[in-house]
């Protein structure tokens, strides 16, 4: 038997850092995917307030296996 893979795109955001936004993205895609195999960081963006890094926004690929 064939193993098949799919890949969707999402975006996640932390005030607190960049690892902390890959990490949240992925434990709210795990809440709804099963299979999840790994992640590419594809872009680092941050949102500047006041001269200061408010929040870090990452946007990935993130590839799971189908049943």
Do not use: Y
Not at 3 to 32: C, L, Q
């Amino acid at each position: 038997m064939s193993t098949v893979a799919k890949v969707i795109e999402i975006t996640s955001s932390s005030p607190k850092s960049i690892e902390d936004a890959v990490e949240g993205g992925i434990a709210k895609a795990d809440s709804s995917l099963d299979n999840i195999e790994s992640a590419w960081v594809q872009d680092i963006k941050c949102i500047v307030k006041n001269g200061k890094v408010a929040e870090w926004r990452v946007n990935m690929k993130v590839t799971f296996l189908l049943k």
